[in-house]
């Protein structure tokens, strides 16, 4: 008996030795093949990798561990994904899935990850549909099983954020990648690769968003981290630069674009194997920039290197091949070679339309692209079409069809997956429409333009809130202003011809739309704060941060411009970032806990010519501009009439404002008479009727910089040795001018409450800057102003070069003998600041003007009038803000631009008032800000808005008028004019500034020594 029970136990046991070195054999097999596949798998090759997945998996089915078998399952899906073998990846998912379900069950992590992988097979498959049904099951599975703080879950969140910024759900792709960037936050650290990666996908969003300032906040952002985890020399620090690149691409600013893809460039070159496909994106990106700075040669060099590598790397059918066709098609098309435009457009629609079974914004783009080259065929029929086709592919939900269809601009939420594209496809296709009825005659085409218009209208209203920054809608609404152009030009013709009224009034608001939009908006921002009742607290809180951004720009300019440390200036990216996220986030907060805010934040009604001409006394005209390509399209409405007229422009127009302006400040008599009088035909109506003695001019492009008062209104026919500047016939003889940058800043600066006259009040600030005295070099800290003003002075320096360069001996000697004083502009040398002691005796004398009339009145002179004092809240109390001081303008950098004060080297202030400091000035109460200082009227002229410097920021600040001036005045002669200008108010009744500067500069102009219009024109009233 026990030899049989040892015998069993020796046979039973024997059988089980046996099973377990057979499994430990098969294991050991397995995990072979297991290392072979999975070292395949890291160097890429996947079929190799596949080979030993497919031997091994079915070794690990027969092992029993349903788990273990699944997870490895899933890396010969993986294998077919990233072989490109979509269709076999969906299938095997599928089946894995199943699988998993029926051993795992539903809420499991490995049945998460099938689904997840499923859903990466659809969205390679380009089936957006099951992408999110399988992303999102995955999600719900890991939210459960793993909890909401888990990396998993993160990487659901990231892709979830990538399938809604390819259908242009930007604000779902924001919410989505946000959530994944805190759990990253959390698990990884702040400082870690995975959320540098999600900064920089919140940034591709914020730039198809065309959103351009919050997507390089956000890509400086993952900059900064990569530089501290990797070094520069790195492939990620390498792509980011890429990125930021193609936003200043899109801002136009081509040299930052190409210094920073040249910088990426040279990263890759220096790290990468050679002729690797990033150096081919580079050179394509760099080629891009090239053709828009119009360097055509070094753009073909640049893409056929480009397309070379990626042909040789990646075969003729990928979408590299097809973006350097694309970009290819544009180069030709600039040289106007047509045929080879439309070869290497057809390639490029080729190849993204296999990639792409959807609507996709690359195929929309070479629509576009052969839309123009259609219409360079004179083809217009088919420009149309294939504009059309482009607007199709670029809105998910909008069907097209022929021309006349238009995109529902109600109903449901504008889905546009390109914004800048969407606008440069309605703008083509309106100007279209026009070229058609011009070339047919066929009235249809004008009324589908005109319907074209008010769509595009009423969609760009509902996209402009998404834009959170003032530079992003300032972009936005320049592109705007073309397709405005196009609407007056379309509205002028039906109005020759139809119902003359009715199309004149839309051709009026179209031309108001393209005129200060984005500061209408800032200032119905303002007005709606206090309309809810937001408390003062939360107001002052943003004024806070409003003030510390500005700050923080401030240094990031100075830092750049000196070209000092880069560390340095990615840690104040880095600063500015976290305010303007704070700014961002108190402004939702204002959203959503005070509704009338939101409401009346975004109720910018434009007033109508009815409205405008009932608001006119009977002695007053308004004159309106919109400048296009060969004519000007003039309003002129009064009391009881208006118009609307087209003007042949002058080919050499801008040429001749350039030399009336320089004939003005070089004192040139031969050439302003003749340039005043051909301009004054030009820009005024023949017909006005005599009793008008105010005209209110709105402006826009290069007349921004004229002085229409200098304009005379006969031509002089005398000898120029008999020239007598007293006795010219000037505009400002005969009408009051003022200006502002739309109508409807005009009409509604009318609406507003006038100052009680009992209560006016004057402040006034001269540094004066006197030569015996340490304030008159700049103190450490002002590099902004001393670089503004080094870039004004080179500035300067080319135009007179350019000015001087064809005139004749006579006219040069005309200028030599000019006589020039002191002007209030700081000079070159070093950090020098010119004296200029006339602001002593005009603050003093205005001042006591004000005294003689029994109103309060208060000035700062020398180091009183410091900065610390404007800022400190005391301006809100005062009717009139008067500076006489130096002032700098910078028009490519409207940031740099200010009035400089007392430079006291131990303050905690730098001594001069910028703009984006003027912007948190409270000034509300201030009925006229005089600014006695260079060039406070100009800045940087964008299409859209008008003039971006110092004379916006006190608009926005809360002046209702300003005098402002419009280039380097002269000391002596400001000072006389500020006297009586001030005089004449004073003992005006009805306060009338403009009658009030009109009969000042009158009685400078009687003065023989200062009746040049270089002393008296420079200064305009802006307002009412």
Known sequence: MKLFILCFYFLLFGNFLAVAQKMQSDTTAINGLLVKANFFFKEKKYDSAAFYYQIANPMLADLGNKKNWIDKQIFLGLC????????????????NLQQSIASLGEDNELTAKNYYYLGNSYWKLQDTKNTLLYYEKSLAIREKVLGLWHDDVALSYQNLGVVYRNMANYEYAIKFYLKALAIREKTQGSKSAAVAAIYNNIGLVYKDWSSFEE?????????????????????????????????????????????????????????????????GASLENIGQVYRAMGKINNFFEAQHKALWITQKKLGLAHRYNADAYFNLSDGHLAKNQIDS????????????????????????????????????????SQALDFCQQSLVENMPYFDGGSPDKHPRAAGYEVKIMRIKDFQEAMILKGNLLLTQYQATKDEQYLYIGFRHYLVFDSI??????????????????????????????????????????????????????????????????????????IPDSLIQKERILNSLMAKTDEKILIEQIAAKDADKIDSLHNEFFELKKSHNELIASFEKNYPAYFNAKYDVTTASIAEISRSLDKNTALISYTIADTCLYVFTI????????????????DTQIKTLLNAIYYQVGSLYVKSAYILQQQLMPTNLPNRIKNIIFITEGSLLKLPFEALLSK?????????????????????????????????????????????????AFAPIFTEESETNFLTKGCERAFYANDELYAKDSLNKADFLKDLAPTVLAEIKNANKETSRAFTRSGKFIAAIPKTKDEVENI?????????????????????????????????????????????????????????????????????????NLDISQAELVTLSACETGLGKITSGEGVLGISRAFLYAGAKNLVVSLWKVADSSASELMLAFYNNLLNDKEKKKNKSLQDAKLLILKNKTFSKPYYWSPFILIGK
């Open 215 to 279: 997507a390089i906040l956000y890509y400086n952002k993952s900059l900064h981290i990569k530089k501290q985890l990797y070094g520069e020399m790195h492939v990620e620090v390498a792509g980011t630069y890429n990125n930021i690149a193609g936003i200043y691409y899109h801002r136009q600013d081509y040299e930052n674009s190409l210094l920073f893809h040249t910088k990426s460039l040279q990263i890759r070159e220096k790290i990468l194997p050679l002729h690797d496909i990033e150096i």
């Open 341 to 380: 435009a439309k070869i290497y457009a057809d390639k490029a629609l080729q190849i993204y339309t296999k990639l792409y079974t959807n609507r996709h914004y690359f195929i929309a783009a070479v629509y576009y692209q052969k839309s123009l080259i259609a219409q360079k065929e004179q083809n217009i």
């Open 80 to 95: 077919y994904l990233n072989a490109n073998q979509w269709e076999k990846a969906r299938l095997f998912f599928e089946k």
């Open 847 to 919: 001042s006591k003007l004000h005294k003689d009339k029994n109103l309060f009145s208060k000035y700062y002179l020398f180091k009183d009038a410091k900065e610390e004092v404007i800022k400190s809240g005391e301006l809100k109390n005062y009717t009139y803000i008067h500076f006489a001081t130096h002032g700098f303008v910078n028009e490519s950098l409207p940031e740099l631009s200010g009035l400089l004060l007392a430079q006291d080297s131990l303050s905690k202030e730098d001594g001069v008032l910028y703009v984006g400091e003027i912007y």
């Open 638 to 653: 009064t009391k009881n009439n208006s118009q609307f007229a087209r003007v042949t422009k002058s080919p050499y127009f």
């Open 460 to 533: 760009a209203q509902r996209l402009l809130p998404n834009f959170t920054n003032e530079n992003e809608k300032l972009y936005f609404n320049r592109n705007m202003a073309e397709a405005y152009k196009g609407a007056v030009a379309t509205c002028f013709v039906l109005s020759a011809i139809r119902h003359k009224n009715f199309y004149a009034e839309k051709g009026f608001y179209f031309s108001e739309k393209s005129k200060s939009a984005v500061l209408s908006a800032a200032l119905a921002n303002t007005k709606a704060k206090k309309y809810a009742q």
């Open 715 to 763: 031509p002089f026919t005398k000898k120029i040795a008999s020239l007598d500047y007293t006795k010219l016939p000037y505009l400002v003889k005969g009408f009051a001018i003022s200006y502002h940058y739309s109508a409807n800043l005009f009409f509604q600066n009318l609406q507003s409450k006038t100052a009680n006259p009992y209560k006016e009040s004057y402040v």
